[in-house]
């Protein structure tokens, strides 16, 4: 890898050339399989991955089992950043929902080159902020609204990050993204096939209609959006894509 542009990410192509050269010699392409686990909540971070396509959720884990999705990547952003603040075990546990491709680079190799370069902290600096920004106002939502209009966010969410109407989720992921039971799930997508925000519910895909499930969403899809967008244009290079989080360069 010589330039960033050709990686796909959002974060690495609004790096200048200098400063991603000190990212380029650690950076390794992965692969990222669908529900594959990245990382464990409590377990030390060892990589900073940084997607090219596909969608990573963060999901807390509660000591009683249950789970719940707190925010989604994409070739915005990265996973494993917080390092940079210290050493200390994974506050999350992170899940590929939607499989693409990554390029990642060990904690200590990336550690060196954040120490050496001001674009790269200010890079990190942004994309940790616009994280605050959804583990914020998800949570606000989670407490505020219905779960049918949540689960039309994540469904927003994923469809913004992989830019087609054919979602890789099943009903069991999002009964673990929104921290309910399956059965609840599959009420929840009878009504929103029944108002045409979801087209088909066939094994491990979903069909969305994104017009009418951004009706049946709560405002919170389109606030984030902009919100993190604001936030991400700050780091983005003269050359690059501005237009959000679903732009990405192909593989």
């Given at each position: 890898m010589t330039r960033a542009g050709e990686i796909g990410n959002?974060?690495?192509a609004a790096l200048p050339p200098g400063d991603f050269a000190l990212?380029?010699?650690?950076?390794?392409?992965?692969?990222?399989?669908?529900?594959?686990?990245?990382?464990?909540?409590?377990?030390?971070?060892?990589?900073?991955?940084?997607?090219?396509?596909?969608?990573?959720?963060?999901?807390?884990?509660?000591?009683?089992?249950?789970?719940?999705?707190?925010?989604?990547?994409g070739c915005e952003g990265a996973l494993g950043t917080l390092s940079v603040?210290?050493?200390?075990?994974?506050?999350?546990t992170?899940?590929?929902r939607a499989a693409g491709t990554a390029s990642r680079m060990s904690v200590s190799r990336f550690h060196a080159a954040f120490s050496r370069s001001p674009a790269i902290r200010r890079a990190v600096q942004s994309h940790i902020t616009?994280?605050?920004?959804?583990?914020?106002?998800?949570?606000?939502?989670?407490?505020?609204?219905?779960v049918e209009a949540r689960m039309a966010r994540w469904l927003?969410?994923?469809?913004?990050?992989?830019?087609?109407?054919?979602?890789?989720?099943?009903?069991e992921a999002l009964s673990e993204i929104l921290g309910v039971r399956r059965?609840?799930?599959?009420?929840?997508?009878?009504?929103?096939?029944a108002s045409g925000a979801i087209r088909s519910d066939r094994r491990r895909h979903i069909e969305v209609d994104p017009m009418r499930l951004a009706a049946a969403a709560c405002e919170c899809h389109g606030m984030i959006?902009?919100?993190?967008?604001?936030?991400?244009?700050?780091?983005?290079a003269p050359s690059s894509d501005p237009s959000l989080i679903g732009s990405r360069s192909p593989d």
């Open positions: 959002r974060l690495l990212l380029a010699p650690g950076l390794e392409r992965v692969a990222l399989d669908q529900d594959a686990v990245l990382s464990r909540m409590g377990d030390q971070v060892e990589h900073v991955v940084f997607p090219h396509s596909g969608v990573i959720s963060l999901m807390i884990d509660m000591a009683g089992g249950q789970t719940v999705g707190s925010a989604v990547v603040l210290g050493s200390s075990p994974s506050a999350i992170a899940v590929v616009a994280m605050l920004v959804q583990l914020q106002l998800g949570g606000a939502c989670n407490a505020l609204h219905p927003l969410g994923f469809r913004d990050r992989i830019d087609t109407d054919v979602l890789p989720l099943t009903q059965t609840t799930v599959t009420l929840l997508m009878r009504n929103l096939r959006r902009l919100e993190v967008e604001k936030i991400l244009s700050t780091v983005a």
